[in-house]
């Protein structure tokens, strides 16, 4: 009782300023530890505007996969999959328990 929450925000994933991006691309580098993909996407059009009728769209068989992805992303960088694939052999299941150990944590998320 009498104890203040104190917050801090440490990354706002909405629009960043060039330095926060600097900051969050450090931070994915450091956690998971592989140069980043952004390049795949980078075809030059992210300036290209194209006129659309909002009245004609919809979404469709919408899936999520940026929180898995996340989940995955800090469980490899943290360590984790290394940690549990030598702790836990494989043998002769379908589905190494190292993976399995993975879908159960991100199934979580």
Not at 39 to 68: C, W, Y
């Amino acid at each position: 009782m009498g104890r203040r929450v104190i917050q801090q925000t440490v990354a706002q994933l909405g629009e960043l300023d060039e330095h926060g991006r600097l900051e969050a691309r450090a931070l994915a580098r450091h956690l998971i530890g592989e140069p980043e993909q952004a390049g795949l996407f980078d075809d030059g059009s992210e300036h290209l505007t194209v006129p659309v009728r909002l009245k004609g769209i919809r979404v469709e068989r919408a899936r999520q996969f940026g929180d898995v992805y996340l989940a995955l992303a800090l469980w490899r960088g943290t360590g984790l999959a290394q940690l549990c694939g030598e702790l836990l052999p494989c043998g002769k299941e379908q589905v190494a328990w190292e993976k399995m150990a993975a879908v159960l944590v991100t199934a979580v998320v």
